[in-house]
């Protein structure tokens, strides 16, 4: 893919995230609680997580203006969407009550984690370089 198209099409992943979290996670839990909440009744947990999820998408929008000044940022949005899909993946086959999660945010995190890492290889490959004065 050609550099300038693949930042366009980056450009739109984040805004599409950037939305999906600050606009849905939430509305997901009210609508379809089976595949989005992991507590039944209501949650301290949820608030936090949702919080942290609105958050995260708006930084995600102001990435989206320059996203390879950001590759820390997508760089975390990648791993921290596969190690949670993956530990919420293993908790849904370990626990048959929330199996429906194997249908709901489960797969939603690691389709984000693909999307921005095939858009955005640099953040997938993101090594910290500290300090190098």
């Known amino acids: 893919m050609e550099e300038t198209t693949r930042l366009k099409y980056l450009r739109a992943a984040l805004r599409l995230v950037a939305l999906l979290f600050i606009l849905c996670v939430y509305p997901l839990t009210v609508f379809w609680p089976a595949g989005w909440v992991w507590q039944v009744g209501g949650s301290e947990y949820l608030e936090m997580i949702v919080t942290i999820y609105a958050t995260l998408g708006v930084f995600l929008w102001f990435a989206a203006r320059n996203p390879e000044g950001h590759l820390s940022l997508i760089s975390f949005t990648i791993w921290s969407s596969l190690t949670h899909g993956a530990v919420m993946g293993l908790q849904s086959l370990a626990n048959p009550h929330h199996y429906r999660h194997l249908f709901g945010d489960v797969p939603a995190l690691f389709i984000i984690a ?20």
């Open 114 to 133: 693909v999307v921005l890492g095939w858009l955005s290889p640099r953040a997938l490959m993101f090594r910290f370089q500290g300090n190098q004065a």
